[in-house]
């Protein structure tokens, strides 16, 4: 058995790569001794070259492959890179993002970090309709139930406010607003659950008999 027809063109003897007696698989090239550009060889026809696949670059091999032994050893320096994510990160030039990926018109580099794609660095939100971080880790999906930027809330009319997700847990008698005659705030005047629930003495509202500020807080845990 000689070499195939698409074996590397090279006028070197067998054992020179070859490095078991027992099967042609076991092979070890010294690019050592290689003068020249990778793709001087690497062209898919002296020797393996890029696959339909491969990322578009005009970059030589070993620029992101750094071991002589596998193409899968890839180390791709971000910070030479220009554009945004998503100028390569298309699903063709690059990975992209999956069908059951989150909607979302952000750069990949607003959650995933440039060693791996997991596990994701944590999001920081910019919109001033954020409430702010909860005492407890929420998924993206407890806010974003669609699966999409798009928030979805739990109770539209009071949405922006902290009873757009828990109208629900209001407690009335724990929010009276008069003494005489008793009167209670309600759900609407507390949305935002952060502001001011003075107790008064009574309808005229000018005399306090408790003062109430800032009792609940997003950061904190068991209201």
């Not at 003897?13 to 070859?18: D, E, L, N």
């Not at 550009?37 to 091999?61: D, P, R, V, Y």
């Not at 607003?110 to 880790?137: D, F, M, V």
Request: with cysteine; net charge positive; hydrophobic share 20%.
């Amino acid at each position: 058995e000689g070499k195939h027809s698409k074996h590397v063109t090279t006028s070197a003897q067998c054992v020179s790569c070859h490095t078991s007696q027992s099967s042609w698989k076991s092979v070890r090239f010294d690019h050592g001794s290689v003068s020249g550009s990778c793709s001087s060889c690497h062209n898919g026809s002296i020797a393996e070259g890029k696959h339909s696949k491969h990322m578009s670059t005009t970059a030589q091999c070993d620029v992101c492959h750094t071991s002589q032994k596998s193409w899968k050893s890839v180390n791709f320096d971000h910070g030479s890179a220009g554009g945004n994510c998503s100028s390569c990160h298309n699903g063709s030039a690059a990975t992209g993002k999956s069908s059951s990926h989150f909607v979302t018109t952000m750069q990949c580099d607003s959650c995933h970090r440039t060693s791996a794609w997991e596990p994701l660095i944590t999001y920081q939100h910019l919109s001033g309709s954020y409430p702010g971080n909860h005492g407890k880790n929420l998924s993206c999906k407890s806010c974003h139930k669609s699966n999409s930027q798009i928030a979805d809330w739990k109770y539209p009319a009071y949405k922006l406010s902290c009873a757009g997700c828990h109208a629900n847990d209001y407690e009335r008698d724990e929010h009276r607003k008069t003494d005489n005659p008793r009167t209670y705030y309600t759900v609407s005047e507390l949305r935002d659950c952060s502001g001011s629930c003075h107790r008064y003495a009574d309808s005229s509202m000018s005399k306090r008999t408790k003062t109430r500020s800032s009792e609940h807080r997003v950061s904190k845990r068991g209201w």
